[in-house]
DNA sequence: GCCGTTTTCGGCCCGACTGTTTTCAGTCG
């Protein structure tokens, strides 16, 4: 059993516990163990081999026996006995907006409903109109709700919200009346998908502006208004919440909708230890008194912390350090000089080589590595041993007319073979002077031959990059079941830089793997795997996965200078 | 159920919005 798998069953726990009417401080202790487990760089089965289970934030003692159990026998009694209470399918009925644990369990009591299907029988046919608390219209929005359920998928990927976001927030500026206002959320702090946008903005008119957000003409519905808050659907399908506060209470109003949640736990507890109270608003004084803060920067130092950027605070470690001052240098967009992933017309690229080495210079790269696809990537026009010495000659004719400003390397993108072999025999490899491998096939393959399908892979002498190790396609396709401590091991041993690709449907590895494999030595690359000059700022994606990762420049070799990668491929090449 | 530079017991983050209420419960973030 995998960490998803546990965080799923404790959730799951959480969600029935919770409809069960159970001690709300018990049920937020399973949700705490649930977030935990998905957040855990290293599988809990090797913590549990350890005797370690403890170590995990928010796992006891009776959590600690229950991932025992389910470890040992791949069951859990107790879940089993609470599904004969509680059946287990009523945690769905919480995906649908409106519906909660209360209104969960009056359904299942009143009506026998136990299931999403049977909650949208009952309110097709207005049963639920009558039940207490529920009128007319709850019954219609559980409704709407439901259908919204089957039309959308769940989260967006940040590729699409993003770019998106930023239109909305160039509307606001340029509102009269708005003074300031910032994408939050989870697009904020970079997630690799996104629920709903999140937007906070600073004005003294919440009125005004409120009614001119309504009324934005890619409006097609509004969830709910209020003078401080509203939530609103587009005509996308996306959905988007607005919170307006005086611009002197920019500061926690920012980054109270910033989150994450668990980081504004934290910090509320720390105005708690001192005897003060954090709100979106103020920091309250006992004698009721109240100071503001207009920016970030204030209010955190009120809490005795330094700034904190949105992209880390997961409070998995920040708060620490920041109250210590020893946050990490976090890697910027400026740090890259280099991109190590693009394909061009060679393979199934949009551009040529001299085109993309064009727009890697005007980004203002100073090294460009052209990696197509390797040959048996039939659907990709992946390159024939052939077809590599020709373009070996036409690389080196674009560097000449380029000159110095950028340099060009000859790479491939290798795919990893089902059986772990590559797909260029070593002699094709050699002569190439970086070489990225990667699964795109085969992904299903059991926990164990896939990992040592990527382990022979990184072995070979003259790979140089692991490319988008897991290989998962947001929001469609679950990444390989890769033993990651084991990939570590491997490419800790060979010296094998591992991926942040940035495409916005990789963001693969993700943040908690990379900062792991970083913290082991392992050298990170970020790259956009660019089919197409505007692709090269992709790379924003995956540098916001490289700051929730915690990297800084010297763990990423795309930030180091150009004689040092050069040196390091030099080496590799020779077999060190 | 978890957790401890106030604690091994008694706490556990805060507020807005909505609908169905005539003073508040439920949901959400």
């Known amino acids: 059993m995998n960490n998803r ?4 069953t404790f959730k799951l726990i959480a969600d029935l516990l919770e409809i069960k009417g159970e001690n709300i401080y018990k049920i937020l202790a399973y949700r705490r163990a649930s977030e935990s487990l998905s957040n855990l760089p290293q599988e809990a089965a090797d913590l549990w081999k350890a005797g370690e289970l403890d170590n995990i934030p928010g796992v006891g003692k009776a959590i600690a026996e229950k991932i025992d159990e ?11 006995k609470l599904t004969t209470e509680v059946p287990a399918s009523l945690a769905d009925l919480l995906r649908v907006p409106e519906v909660g644990p209360k209104k969960a369990a009056l359904f299942w009591k009143n009506l026998g409903i136990i299931d999403l299907a049977g909650l949208e029988a009952a309110a097709r046919t207005g049963k639920l109109n009558g039940l207490p608390g529920v009128g007319e219209k709850s019954e219609a929005r559980i409704l709407a709700g439901i259908e919204a359920l089957g039309r959308r ?14 239109e909305i927030v160039a509307w606001l500026r340029a509102q009269p009346g708005i003074s300031a206002a910032e994408m939050a959320g989870s697009l904020r702090r970079m997630k690799a998908t996104i629920g709903d946008l999140d937007f906070s903005a600073a004005t003294l008119t919440p009125d005004e502006v409120m009614e001119a957000f309504v009324s934005y003409p890619r409006v097609i519905r509004v969830i709910g208004r209020g003078s401080t808050k509203a939530s609103v659907e587009f005509d996308n399908g996306l959905r988007a919440q607005l919170w307006l506060h005086p611009p002197a209470e920019y500061g926690t109003a920012l980054l109270y909708a910033t989150g994450s949640k668990e980081h504004s736990v934290r910090l509320r507890e720390i105005a708690q230890k001192k005897d003060l109270s954090l709100s979106d608003h103020s920091l309250k004084h006992p004698d009721g008194t109240e ?6 920067t204030s209010i955190y130092a009120a809490l005795g912390l330094k700034w904190i950027p949105p992209e880390i605070r997961e409070d998995r470690g920040e708060i620490e350090a920041s109250r210590k001052d020893k946050l990490p240098n976090l890697i910027e967009r400026k740090d890259l000089l280099a991109e190590f992933h693009i394909h061009s017309t060679w393979s199934d690229g949009q551009a040529s080589i001299r085109k993309m080495a064009e727009a890697a210079m005007q980004r203002g790269l100073k090294v460009l590595a052209i990696t197509d696809h390797s040959a048996s990537l039939g659907v990709a026009g992946g390159l024939s041993i052939d077809e590599l010495a020709r373009q070996r000659e036409e690389i080196d004719t674009v560097q000449k007319e380029l000159g110095d400003g950028i340099r060009l390397l000859q790479g491939a993108e290798v795919e990893i073979k089902a059986d772990g072999s590559l797909d260029y025999p070593d002699d094709a490899l050699e002569r190439l002077d970086i070489v990225i491998a990667s699964l795109h096939t085969s992904l299903r393959q ?20 692991l490319g988008h190790p897991t290989g998962r396609l947001i929001p469609d396709r679950e990444g390989a079941d890769l033993d990651m401590d084991e990939v570590f091991k491997g490419a800790k041993a060979s010296g094998v830089a591992l991926e942040i690709n940035a495409h916005p449907s990789r963001m693969d590895l993700e943040d908690i793997y990379a900062r792991q494999a970083a913290g082991m030595g392992i050298p990170i690359t970020v790259n956009t795997d660019a089919h197409h000059p505007d692709q090269l700022d992709l ?6 996965m490289a700051r929730r990762a915690w990297l800084e420049p010297q763990q990423v070799i795309n930030a180091w200078p150009v004689q040092k990668i050069l040196s390091w491929l030099e080496k590799r090449e020779n077999g060190n």
């Open 5 to 8: 798998e546990l965080s799923s």
């Open 70 to 80: 389910l470890l040992r026998s791949g069951h859990l009694g107790f879940l089993e």
């Open 153 to 166: 998928s769940g989260r967006t990927p940040l590729g699409q919200a993003l770019p998106f976001a930023r």
């Open 291 to 296: 100071s503001f803060y207009a920016d970030e």
């Open 446 to 465: 059991p926990r164990e031959q896939v990992t040592r399908r990527v382990l022979s892979a990184i072995q070979n002498p003259h790979v140089d990059i």
């Open 539 to 544: 790379i924003e994606y995956g540098l916001g």
